[in-house]
């Protein structure tokens, strides 16, 4: 029974198990992946399934094997992520959390939290050029290390930035008496 602790804290699975288990076989399992998928979208677990079967699978272990398997032999940034939008049909804010957690010193989650703290950034995952993508993204990403003392990890940073708009959003709701709920208050991803 005690194993089943480890799942409790998810972002601590992702990155004390997950991730480490990626770098090691090289490929991820369906339960690992779809873990990625709820700590950024519970709701889109069922869409981010079939995106994945609709690639010809009748299973989703063989997909996600194949997928990561692909993913992990991509040899930059920048074809990591094209890989997930173009090749799988992910959207900018999973490809990005699947990316954030495998490879956390290279990238961090597009969030429409973080977009709120940076005040800017909105729209990066409606554009339809690949290139206007990685650009925006490369200068999102930028803006979430500057917007940060420098002292923590870029991970840290992410979760700062979350956080604030979280700290502000529900700061306001208290005030109001939640009549006018600016967003959802889910949980960080």
């Not at 409790?8 to 990625?36: M, P, T």
């Not at 010193?105 to 995952?125: A, E, K, P, W």
């Amino acid at each position: 029974m005690k194993e089943y602790l480890a799942y409790y804290d998810i972002e601590w699975y992702l990155f004390q198990v997950v991730n480490k288990r990626f770098h090691k076989d090289g490929y991820l399992s369906a339960f690992d992946f779809f873990c990625i998928v709820i700590w950024k979208s519970n709701r889109a677990k069922s869409i981010v399934a079939r995106r994945l079967l609709k690639h010809g699978y009748a299973h989703l272990d063989e997909a996600v094997r194949d997928m990561t398997v692909g993913l992990s032999r991509q040899a930059s940034k920048r074809d990591k992520l094209f890989y997930l939008l173009k090749s799988w049909g992910f959207r900018l804010p999973m490809a990005t959390a699947v990316l954030t957690v495998l490879y956390p010193q290279d990238f961090t989650v597009y969030d429409i939290r973080v977009c709120d703290s940076l005040r800017q950034f909105h729209n990066l995952g409606n554009l339809t050029s690949f290139e206007r993508v990685w650009q925006g993204y490369e200068d999102f990403l930028r803006e979430v290390k500057k917007a940060v003392p420098e002292d923590l990890c870029l991970r840290d940073k992410d979760r700062c930035l979350w956080a604030k708009s979280f700290y502000g959003d529900l700061t306001q709701q208290i005030t109001t008496g939640f009549a006018k709920a600016p967003k959802e208050l889910e949980s960080p991803s």
